[in-house]
């Protein structure tokens, strides 16, 4: 469909005894960021690289920007970019350098090949270390010179996988800027991430990837609305009480309530709210006291150990084994 920049129907890739990529079914519209969310080993960056036209598919199929991505897979390459989670610049050559020579690549003639580079230079914000080598170049400034990169000849669609992986606050930063600049001049993304935060702020629409399949798929206030109405966040002032205080949230509200990473912290997707203010007497009862408790809407981090069973990080590595 012309509004479609991605569809597939049972998108498959196998290695051996493992399906890296298990049937998924996609349907993407044109213009805004689509987040891919999954842990390591999930499949995101297999089912990338089938879309990107780098490796073929096992078994499905996908349309990109209206393309079959196997009978028209140089259709597709002139009208995507790739950038992948590790530099793809030669870090010997310096900034401006390295953007001549894609531009070149590109078919640009010199001057325009150095206007172009001069261009990205600016808008990435590279254009006092244009002439250091990439190697010297902080981690954000290597994600933006790599980012621009791709971009010498703007794509109808970029796909981003796990742009940030390893890159400090700061840095993340800068990158969901460029993001967010992208979007406005009328690029279409596809982000992949294992950082629930980062799909939270960037994604439109997230589809969650597990172990190859798709299991869920929306907006990221459908994705929390999903697993109930709030989440009540417990942290007891003592840790030898978390256990006593477990049990009575777990009474009182009539739900699941499960420790976090925290050893004095609790947490508890609710239904309703009715039963918080009994909870929190019942705890006060016990003579147990609280650091903080706190009620609000689930994070995407909770969705996805409410739809996996394990949280983001806890990838059971597949995908990169095959």
Same mark, same amino acid.
Request: net charge negative.
């Given at each position: 469909?012309?509004?479609?920049? *991605? ?72 009208r995507v970019s790739l950038t992948g989670q ?127 399949? *798709? ?32 049990? *009575? ?30 909870? *929190? ?42």
């Amino acid at each position: 469909m012309a509004d479609l920049a *991605i569809e597939t129907d049972g998108l498959v890739k196998v290695y051996g005894a493992t399906r890296a990529v298990d049937g998924i079914d996609l349907r993407i519209p044109r213009g805004g960021v689509h987040g891919f969310l999954g842990p390591n080993g999930a499949g995101k960056t297999t089912a990338i690289r089938m879309l990107a036209t780098l490796i073929r598919p096992d078994g499905g199929r996908a349309r990109v920007l209206g393309h079959d991505i196997e009978r028209h897979a140089d259709e597709v390459r002139s009208r995507v970019s790739l950038t992948g989670q590790f530099a793809s610049v030669d870090e010997d050559l310096t900034g401006r350098e390295n953007l001549r020579l894609i531009a070149k690549l590109y078919g640009f003639g010199g001057a325009a090949a150095a206007s172009r580079a001069d261009e990205l230079l600016e808008a990435f914000a590279l254009d006092d270390a244009a002439n250091r080598p990439v190697k010297k170049y902080s981690g954000g400034m290597r994600r933006r010179i790599d980012i621009a990169a791709s971009l010498v000849v703007s794509p109808e669609l970029l796909f981003l996988d796990e742009p940030t992986t390893g890159l400090d606050p700061r840095a993340r930063n800068e990158v969901w800027d460029i993001v967010r600049a992208l979007v406005r001049h009328g690029t279409t993304v596809m982000l992949t991430t294992q950082y629930l935060d980062e799909a939270d702020q960037l994604a439109d629409r997230i589809s969650v990837i597990d172990r190859g399949r *798709i299991i869920a798929e929306g907006t990221s206030s459908e994705l929390k609305a999903s697993v109930g109405s709030g989440t009540l966040h417990v942290r007891v002032m003592h840790r030898a009480d978390r256990d006593a205080a477990r049990a *009575i949230l777990a009474r009182e509200l009539g739900v699941e309530v499960e420790p976090t990473h925290d050893p004095q912290a609790l947490v508890a997707a609710l239904d309703g709210r009715a039963g918080v203010t009994r909870a *929190i007497t019942a705890l006060e009862e016990a003579r147990i006291e609280l650091a903080q408790f706190a009620l609000g809407q689930p994070t995407l981090d909770e969705v996805f150990l409410a739809l996996t069973g394990h949280r983001a990080e806890e990838g059971d590595g597949a995908e990169e084994a095959a």
